[in-house]
């Protein structure tokens, strides 16, 4: 089982809000791990959106707007990025991680989220 | 504004060597962990390699140990990977990234082909 599980892909409206899930495998807390956030458009590098550890200790990333917002779920071991109010521009894949053990960093394998 | 520029990649045959160089400004480099990710074609994201601000702490992805060397240079501001015995798997855009402050490179393409 993967450390860290994305959905492969989603999809919303414009307009909509889109939840993206990071799921820990099991054993692992949720509450324990800074989760961070980031964004890669096609043919680009990714772009650092955020982490989120709790409500009192977050970051956005620079010029990140606020529509793209961080949070957990502790009954289902995940982490969430929400992006509200959907717009083309937010077609990309999303991306999840953690600084794991002896200072390794795990990614999720990645969200494709299509906006149509 | 974090600013990270990967240089080094290029066409290498299989059992060739490679370093690979970041340089970063628009942050105080000597503060912060910094870490190497790549990307193979069409495939997610890898960690590789993690280094402390100081040097003094050096981490790799189990696979490739070995055979990656991460270092750094304080004084010049600049991120190293030495990558040796290349394989065609290692095709890879790689990134230079800093997780705190959040900050990524447009990456440096490693091709390994004979």
């Known amino acids: 089982q993967a450390v860290l599980t994305q959905p492969s892909s989603l999809s919303a409206s414009p307009g909509a809000s889109a939840s993206l899930t990071c799921t820990l495998r099991?054993?692992?807390?949720?509450?324990?791990?800074?989760i961070y956030w980031y964004q890669q458009k096609s043919g680009s590098p990714p772009q650092y959106l955020l982490r989120y550890k709790s409500d009192s200790d977050k970051q956005q990333g620079s010029g990140v707007p606020s529509r793209f917002s961080g949070s957990k779920d502790a009954s289902a071991n995940a982490g969430i990025l929400l992006i509200s109010g959907l717009q083309s521009e937010d077609e990309a894949d999303y991306y999840c991680a953690i600084w794991y053990s002896s200072a390794s960093v795990i990614f999720g394998g990645g969200t494709k989220l299509t906006v149509l | 504004e974090v600013l990270l520029v990967e240089s080094g990649g290029g066409l290498v045959q299989p059992g060739g060597s490679l370093r690979l160089s970041c340089a970063a400004s628009?942050?105080?480099?000597?503060?912060?962990?910094m870490t190497w990710v790549r990307q193979a074609p069409g495939k997610g994201l890898e960690w590789v390699a993690n280094?402390?601000?100081?040097?003094?702490?050096?981490y790799y992805v189990d696979s490739e140990k070995g055979r990656f060397t991460i270092s750094r240079d304080n004084a010049k501001n600049s991120l190293y990977l030495q990558i040796t015995s290349l394989r065609v798997d290692d095709t890879a855009v790689y990134y230079c990234v800093t997780f705190t402050p959040g900050g990524w490179g447009q990456g440096t393409l490693v091709t390994v082909s004979s």
């Open positions: 280094i402390k601000s100081d040097g003094s702490e050096k």
């Open positions: 628009g942050f105080t480099f000597s503060r912060y962990w």
């Open positions: 099991s054993g692992i807390s949720v509450g324990t791990y800074n």
